[in-house]
């Protein structure tokens, strides 16, 4: 008998969630017309980093579609160093999207048939439950899509959210997606995508090789690496920044962690401006910035004085010997009113 009313109630929850599914499937589609902006969609393109797309101006509101592919790869930790990278889109982090307020976003999330695992998108820019994750869950070869209004300007981090999250994050798997202000941000003259983030190898920092992900070491939270843009050495060399004497510089700066909070620094500059953990209030002559894990800001300076400019995370045994280490070369003519060296 007891059998019996557990069955008829097991049965009748099977029965409701059903109903509330598809009632909460039509209302979503009824919230979808309803919200809906004026013109076509269109598929907004997504930049990997160190780049962003071009900025949206005064653009009225509209209907955008982003396509977003999960893509577990081989790549390179450190020069010579493998590693089995977790991404969207392919790099680390993963593609920068841009839109603005009060866009409209078809989100489609795919993941790779040759994927290994299931994955799966939160954005934090997203109002709704798990920011996507919910609705974004899907087995390799097959792909999600879901609707969301961007309803508040900012700088936010999106990352997969798919148990063991810390893993999937510590693999790679988180990126940027900014929400543009009402008229745009202000106009400046270069904009970079640059996205700190901590990782968990067996072997020790600079050891050779394909190298395995240590969950004992992310628990500890004691990562080898602390990369910017997936990479030691990524802003260095033929992938240092350029900008010249006189151009203002704005980097969308985030940090994917999984554990790390960033003490973003460049050395030998100040930002004259910043967007306090990627929100609308702006501080102003800062030298060093807090991000924290699944947090961003974005920072402003005036190229003045030509010369190298040292990227790093201000917890410097990081910079100099876990990979948090980039550059930013400015070209132009010396500026000896504003900076002279007397060294002979
Ligand atoms: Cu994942």
Known sequence: MKK??????TLLTVITLNSCKKSSTESNSADTEKISVSGNAEEIKLTSPPFVPAAIGDRAAKKVIVRLETIEKTGELADGTQYNFWTFGGSVPGSFIRARVGDEVEFHLKNNENSTFPHNIDLHAVNGPGGGAEATFVAPGKEAVFNFKALNPGLYVYHCATAPVGMHIANGMYGLILIEP???LPKVDKEFYIMQGDFYTKGKFGDKGMQEFDMDKAIAENPEYVVFNGK???LL???ELQAKVGETVRFFVGNGG????????????????????????????VQTTVIPPGGAAIVEFKA???????????????????????????????NPKVYKSNKQ
């Open 4 to 9: 019996y009313f557990l069955t008829l109630a």
């Open 304 to 334: 003045t004085v030509p010369g190298e400019y040292v990227i790093v995370d201000h917890a410097l045994f990081r910079a100099f010997n876990k990979g948090a280490l980039g550059k930013i070369k400015i070209t132009g003519a010396d």
């Open 182 to 184: 009402e008229g745009g």
């Open 237 to 239: 060399g033929e992938g």
């Open 258 to 285: 999984p554990n790390l909070t960033s003490s973003f620094h460049v050395i030998g500059e100040i930002f004259d401006r910043v967007y306090i953990e990627g929100g609308s209030t702006i501080n102003e002559n």
């Open 232 to 234: 030691t050495g990524s």
